[in-house]
Each structure stands twice: as C-alpha cells, then as structure tokens.
C-alpha cells in the first residue's frame, strides 16, 4: 500500500549514527476552548555536532491556561531509548510514542508544585499535508537548511491529559501537528497557526516567516502563509508572492500579509505575556535557542478580493505563536531546557 503524504512526510529523518548534525521536531497541538487551556507536545531528536555532546531525543510537554497557570516539563533520553521507524511513521523517545492517529508520553512537571504531565491521546489522519515549499528539491536539497511540513494541518484530538492527580478528557479538540527538521535549530523564525475562529468551523491558518542566510548573504524574511475558508484553499509560497509578502513582529505580535492573485490575506497574531511560555531549545552545536510559545493567542484576520466580499475572522485565545531565535525578543521567564 502506497503511504499517504502525511505519513511520508512524518517519517523520521533522524538516526543516532549519522555523520552530519541534526535537530528534529515532531509536535502536537491542540486547544481546549471550554476550560481556555491549550496542550503542546513535542519530541525531538538532537544529533550533535563532534564534541558537543551525544545523541539524545527529548520529550516535551506544555500545559497552559487562561488563568495563568502554566506546566512544563522536558526529560531527555539517550539513544539507546530511542526507537524510529524505517519504511513508516513511528517514534519512540523514552515512554513517548508517535505515530499515525497516535500519541503519548510522560514528563516531569515544573510549575503548579512540579505536577508530571501525561498524556494518551489519538488524532483524525488523513486530514490534510501542508507542504510549505513550492519545490520538491527544497527539501531534499541544502537550502534551505531547515525543513518545515505540517502533516496533520488540521485534525481533531481525542483521549486524556493529566496533569498531576487532574485528569482533562479531550473529545475531538481541535489541533494540528507538525514536523521540522535541520542542521541547528533555526536562528530565526516565525509561526503561526489557529483552527478555531468565532462562528466558523471551516477556517484554518498557518504562517511561517524566517530570516534565510545564503553563505555569507542574509536574505530578506521568507514568508509563507495558508488559508482555508469557505471551500477554498490558498497556499501564498510562489516565488511573486513570497517577494511581496510583508512580515512584521514586535514583542509577542506578528504582522503579515500576502497577495494571491486578487485575494489578499493580512492578518495580525498577538500573545499575551502571562500566558506564554519561555522555552529554551539546545542546538546540535550545544548553543541554546530562546523560543517564546504561546498556545492561548489572539488571532485577527482579514480577506479581500474574494466574490463574497470582505472576510473577517477571530480567534480569541485559541491561536498558537512562537517566537524563536532572534525574532524572541521580549523577556518572558524560561519555563524549561532540552
């Protein structure tokens, strides 16, 4: 059976005994709007660079809520507890797993009295693979060098989330997941996404933005933006739209636009600094990345060019933002390392 583009697109580029550096990120996402909490999880897998240490795969789990309280935890493994699959989507990283329509894991917990965080949750496959790059040989050649694919661009989760002694049960909770991978960790990046807008069960945004080096060259921020709404997709990666895209963050606010034809997206994505996270990522050269995430963000967006008219959509609370590298540049209090 030929494997589907998600799962293609989820399989782990990473092994313990390759040559050359490599961080790798598979990750998950989704909100609870009832509660106003969002969970994150991520498994990452480090290769480093000769001499800055060995090859491990980490764990991450992130609990917030509107009411402030925040759990955080990131357990590191060594190789020799990490398992990846081959000629399908699987990986293991300690008691985590991964897979199609599958995932869950364990870590220890840092805030709210060091409370652990667990979670066994399933999700919809199938549900559709945002390729960011307009060119195949993007991403099986070096530039650029890191890699970004959100297999699941929208899907629903289902299962439980503990937190401490607390147990959430999450029934069709909308979500997405992801993967990325590189040499290092980006030095600079933007992203962006919300599925759950006032009034609209149809709408999906993701956005991406990063600042590209070419040898010695810093070249002007790439900006990628994806819209669903109304039956229609939009996918602004041409090489037209990515030179008149406009991409603009202050603080914890991003500001961006894009043309596709007649129809033009701008948009703003806002968080909050009490409810976002202050994460650090270890690259493969052993330097740490600063990366501010929130999960309960605002999200204002505008369409115009369309045959309908004008459309304007909201997200209160339930939009995902995170900041890394350079483009962090506020002072939020790091909740967790790894």
């Not at 897979?99 to 549900?127: C, H, N, P, Q, Y």
């Not at 959100?150 to 989330?161: C, E, I």
């Not at 997709?233 to 739209?241: A, M, R, S």
Request: hydrophobic share 35%; aromatic share 8%.
């Amino acid at each position: 059976m030929t494997p589907s583009k998600a799962e293609q697109f989820n399989r782990v580029q990473w092994s313990a005994h390759g040559t050359e550096s490599m961080v790798e990120s598979l990750f998950l996402k989704f909100h609870l709007p009832e509660e106003g909490s969002a969970f994150w999880a991520r498994y990452t897998l480090r290769r480093p660079l000769a001499g800055h240490g060995e090859p491990v795969g980490c764990l991450w789990g992130v609990y917030t809520s509107v009411t402030g309280e925040t759990v955080a935890g990131c357990d590191t493994h060594a190789a020799s507890d990490v398992a990846a699959g081959r000629d399908r989507f699987f990986l293991k990283i300690g008691p985590g797993e991964l897979a199609m329509g599958r995932a869950s894991g364990k870590v220890g917990g840092r805030g709210s009295k060091g409370a652990s965080i667990e979670w066994d949750l399933s999700f919809e496959a199938g549900t559709g693979c945002l390729v960011h790059f307009p060119l195949d040989a993007m991403y099986r050649l070096g530039f650029p060098r890191n890699k970004a694919v959100s297999p699941h661009v929208s899907t629903r989760f289902y299962g439980t989330v503990k937190i401490g002694g607390r147990t959430l049960r999450v029934d069709g909770a909308r979500g997405m997941q992801g993967h990325n991978w590189g040499p290092t960790v980006s030095d600079h990046w933007i992203w962006s996404h919300a599925n759950t807008f006032e009034g609209r069960d149809d709408v999906v945004f993701e956005g991406l933005s990063s600042i590209l080096r070419f040898g010695p060259v810093t070249l002007p921020p790439l900006t990628i933006l994806y819209l669903k709404a109304e039956d229609r997709q939009w996918l602004f990666n041409g090489p037209h739209q990515l030179l008149m895209s406009r991409s603009n963050a202050r603080d914890l606010s991003w500001e961006f636009a894009g043309t596709d034809g007649p129809v033009r997206l701008e948009g703003q994505v806002t968080a909050v600094p009490g409810l976002t996270t202050g994460l650090d990522y270890i690259s493969s050269d052993g330097q740490t990345v600063r990366v501010h995430n929130s999960n309960l963000a605002d999200a204002r967006l505008s369409v115009t060019g369309l045959p309908g008219g004008r459309l304007d959509l909201v997200s209160n609370r339930t939009a995902t933002i995170e900041l890394g590298g350079r483009a962090a540049t506020s002072d939020v209090p790091v909740a967790v390392k790894g």
